[in-house]
């Protein structure tokens, strides 16, 4: 019987991770009791240090990749948003109000104050934020200068000042994001979501009550109408993403151009830091991006924030968070990592295959000083244990590089699958899903029509996601291989009760067996792409979204063809039109290849391609 999947919770939080996690059979970390590598996830909601990167285990994820405060901090988000306004133009990076960071930006902002100044006719509000609070603290709306007033780093920022509203009550949406890998760039965006609400009407002649102008929930939760009925709104501040869908079918608009630009927005602006960030495959990050909807159905970018709270404050959080949490570990995918753990504790000598062979030696006596009763041991020996790893002239700085190097490639095979049950190519149900390396496509396709549509609308059951990355190095290969990876998961336990797969299909196909090993090969494989999963049960994979854009992110990003292919995208969105009949090469290369995406944002999202086909034959049934 294999050993439990371990978390660790730093500083006991959050609750609602770890009533997941202990929900899927999970252990939580104990000092106490387990060696000091024996997790598998450890969850932060500060940032890491560099340290903890270095020292990562295979089996070990953490929940924050390294430097992503470009982005999450309110002052480095414009700084980056500005420069790739200025490299690539303002035509996609439209979405984000004028901003200037005091005092740097002082002279700038008066200048632009000033140039407004004539046709202010109270059109023209300021918000003034600290740039590293959050949760609405510190911030204030002016439209005079003599009442901005600061004593720390602030932005001072365009207000957007016709907010679409509800009866009459501000909102803003917050969208979470995963992204899942930033080398190469992968990104999923979950379904559901939290619209949250002011509690007093919007009024812009009342510039200082926050209650009308923000809609932070930590704010409106003690303002004197939360408990009210707010006419469309109801009561309390928040609504689920669902059935924001609703209002919006209400409306005459293009929806799907809305969700693609919201799309675009998050894409757009993990852009400006992704090839800065270091690669770190066992990482993975739960964003939350704040946006603003204006009365012309436009979304603007408000901030991205680092750990977005999983406080449960009313049930409408409890169905959004418990979900995304949920299928945030399904993301992850523990499979292959936890047969990793429990393999590298049951001997020593399993470690060695991650590690060059020459470099095993010095390993293993850094992992035995790491032991926790290996250290109660007295000072001399621990000393001699140091001085034969000084010998072998190799720090456990060099070891973990040197592991690091064996991590699972970023670049690895890809392509579509052959097993026993066939060979998936284009057309195939199952790929949509899953992408086309799922490991556990045999027992997929056996599952039928229903079990399809079941995933189309819930996303593959847990134990159908792929290993981490999708990739392996020869050593995992190697370790793994005299391993039944079906007897290692303790973390079968998914949230969708009504939804059994029959028991023989609970083992995992052993993919990872040399004999028996499906092989991945196909088109493409000479390039090292692989495509990930489409969904996994709410996460709508938004980037890469087709072939080129898979191809521009592998390797060094090629900024400019995803902003093209981009601008294409949202083009034929935009409009509604696409005339298959003209597609491009690229095009029926991604068919060919069986690289298809689902358009984030609508209630039941469709594959792109299904999609342009249906809108051009309702456009046909139109015109005739
Ligand atoms: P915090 O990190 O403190 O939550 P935000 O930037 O998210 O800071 O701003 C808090 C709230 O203020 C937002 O949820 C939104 O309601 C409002 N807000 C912020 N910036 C703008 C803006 N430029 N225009 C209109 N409303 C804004």
């Not at 200048?111 to 300021?126: D, F, G, H, I, V």
């Not at 207000?159 to 949406?173: A, H, N, R, V, W």
């Not at 995918?333 to 399993?350: E, G, I, K, M, V």
């Not at 470690?351 to 006596?365: D, E, G, T, Y």
Request: proline share 5%; with cysteine.
């Amino acid at each position: 019987m294999a050993a439990s999947l371990v978390f660790r919770l730093h500083d006991k939080g959050p609750q609602l991770v770890r009533e997941v996690l202990l929900e899927r059979g999970w252990k939580e970390y104990d000092e106490r009791k387990r060696k000091e590598e024996d997790w598998n996830l450890y969850w932060r909601g500060s940032p890491f240090h560099s340290s903890d990167y270095h020292r990562l285990l295979p089996w070990q994820h953490l929940n924050h990749h390294p430097k992503t405060a470009g982005i999450t901090r309110k002052d480095s988000l414009v700084r980056n948003l500005r420069r790739m306004r200025a490299t690539f133009g303002s035509v996609l990076y439209d979405f984000s109000p004028t901003t200037f960071i005091l005092p740097n930006d002082y002279t700038r902002f008066l200048a632009e104050y000033n140039k407004r100044l004539p046709n202010r006719e109270r059109s023209t509000c300021w918000i003034c934020k600290p740039v590293d609070l959050s949760r609405g603290r510190g911030i204030f709306l002016f439209q005079d200068m003599k009442n901005l007033v600061y004593d720390c780093s602030v932005i001072v920022q365009r207000y957007i000042s016709s907010p679409l509203l509800m009866s009459g009550y501000k909102f803003d949406l917050r969208i979470y994001v995963c992204v899942k890998s930033f080398h190469p760039l992968t990104v999923y965006i979950h379904q559901e979501g939290l619209v949250r609400f002011a509690t007093e009407k919007y009024n812009l002649l009342s510039l200082s009550n926050v209650y009308a102008h923000l809609t932070n929930t930590s704010i409106n939760k003690c303002g004197p109408f939360y408990k009210t009925q707010k006419g469309q709104v109801g009561t309390g501040c928040k609504w689920t993403m669902s059935k924001f869908r609703h209002f919006l079918q209400g409306q005459d608009i293009n929806e799907l151009f809305l969700w693609q630009r919201i799309n675009n927005i998050v894409t757009l602006t993990l852009l400006t830091i992704a090839p800065s960030v270091p690669s770190c495959p066992n990482c993975v990050e739960l964003f939350g991006f704040d946006v603003l909807i204006d009365s012309r159905f436009k979304p603007w970018l408000l901030e991205v924030n680092h750990s977005p709270s999983l406080s449960l404050d009313c049930q409408t959080d409890f169905s959004v968070k418990k979900g995304l949490i949920t299928d945030l570990v399904d993301l992850m995918n523990y499979t292959s990592a936890d047969s990793l753990r429990d393999r590298a504790f049951q001997t020593q000598r399993n470690i060695r295959p991650c590690f060059n062979a020459n470099l095993s030696k010095p390993i293993a006596l850094v992992s035995k000083l790491k032991d926790h009763n290996f250290k109660k041991k007295n000072k001399k020996s621990l000393q001699i244990q140091h001085e034969k790893i000084n010998q072998a002239k190799f720090s456990q700085h060099d070891s973990v590089a040197a592991y690091q190097r064996h991590l699972p490639p970023v670049v690895t095979r890809y392509s579509e699958v052959n097993t026993p049950a066939g060979k998936f190519c284009t057309g195939q149900t199952l790929n949509w899903i899953l992408g086309s390396y799922s490991k556990a496509n045999d027992s997929v396709v056996k599952t039928g029509p229903a079990l399809l549509s079941h995933q189309m609308k819930y996303g593959p059951w847990v134990t159908e996601v792929t290993n981490r990355e999708n990739t392996e190095t020869d050593a995992e290969t190697e370790l793994s291989a005299e391993n039944k990876v079906s007897s290692s998961v303790p973390d079968t336990q998914g949230r969708r009760s009504t939804f059994r797969l029959p028991t023989d299909s609970w083992r995992f196909p052993d993919i990872y067996r040399r004999s028996q090993r499906v092989h991945v090969q196909g088109p493409k494989a000479q390039t090292g792409q692989h495509i990930p999963p489409i969904r996994v049960g709410g996460f709508i994979r938004t980037f890469p979204f087709n072939l080129a854009t898979l191809k521009a992110s592998q390797e060094k990003l090629d900024v400019p063809v995803i902003l093209q292919e981009l601008q294409k995208l949202t083009g034929r969105v935009a409009s509604g039109q696409w005339d298959d009949s003209k597609r491009t090469k690229e095009e029926e290369t991604d068919v060919e290849v069986c690289f298809d995406s689902l358009l984030w944002g609508p209630e039941d999202p469709l594959l792109l391609s299904r999609w342009f086909e249906t809108t051009s034959d309702m456009q046909d049934r139109k015109k005739n």
